[in-house]
């Protein structure tokens, strides 16, 4: 039989590129000082309701909209995203390798806008690796009609009916895909969703992922068949020889 996966699903932050590279730590910092600036909260209360909102409502943008701020998302992305050290990313080509040995669909799925993916992807080199970019336009497009703050709730990953959105607008059948994320909220909503599941960025499975990655750049080494195809004798195996895959993962391209 083929790869029992005909499309793969990547979440973005601290996935396709380590926790440890800075973003992170810079978006909440972004968060608390447009708390301080737009909204005048202080900073003592900033950085506690930065951590209440996202506990109890996804993100802080969600849990300001339901608590009846007229929060715009662009303001809210332009102010948040648009000043991140985005230089902290670096150029990874052993990942751009390794997605283009992949044949089969390769989707992101990012709770961020648009804005961000396409910049956190060009700074990467990765670019032109994927079909469709899953991201919080596509999963609220009605948000700038509400007349309302809380008319349109937001919605995010984990909440199922994100989920559920999500797949619908990349045509998933999560029968047949594999699922990549550092959350384990979201990998648990996953598979819940019948979607095989890769918990990124850990060493020990702490949850109900199907597996673990250190990181994405062992895929290979842990999922082998997602490179599975079958010969023309009916026989199963990866495509190309092991060494051949693991060159093709490990060569630096000429300009990267």
């Known amino acids: 039989m083929d790869s029992p996966f005909n499309c793969l699903v990547f979440d973005l932050d601290d996935t396709l590129y380590p926790s440890e590279t800075g973003i992170a730590e810079a978006v909440k910092r972004n968060i608390e000082g447009f708390l301080i600036e737009k909204c005048g909260f202080s900073e003592t209360k900033a950085s506690s309701l930065r951590v209440e909102l996202f506990k109890a409502y996804g993100s802080t943008l969600a849990g300001l909209r339901a608590l009846g701020y007229d929060i715009g998302a662009d303001d809210y992305h332009g102010f948040v995203h648009g000043r991140l050290p985005y230089d902290f990313i670096k150029p990874d080509p052993q990942l751009r390798n390794l997605l283009c040995s992949i044949t089969q669909r390769k989707i992101i799925f990012t709770n961020s806008d648009r ?67 550092d959350n384990i909220k979201n990998v648990t909503a996953g598979k819940a969703l019948g979607l095989r599941t890769v918990l990124v960025g850990k060493t020990v499975n702490v949850g109900e992922a199907d597996y673990v990655l250190q990181n994405v750049n062992n895929l290979p080494q842990v999922v082998p068949e997602i490179w599975v195809s079958q010969s023309d004798d009916g026989d199963q195996r990866i495509s190309g020889t092991r060494s051949e895959l693991e060159s093709i993962l490990t060569t630096t391209p000429v300009g990267a």
Do not use: W, Y
């Open 115 to 181: 804005n961000h993916a396409i910049t956190c992807l060009k700074r990467l080199g990765l670019a032109d690796c994927f079909d469709q970019i899953i991201c919080f336009e596509t999963m609220n497009p009605n948000l700038s009609k509400a007349t309302r703050p809380d008319e349109f709730p937001v919605l995010l990953k984990p909440s199922m009916d994100a989920m559920k959105l999500a797949l619908h607008a990349a045509n998933v059948d999560p029968r047949h895909a594999l699922f990549l994320d």
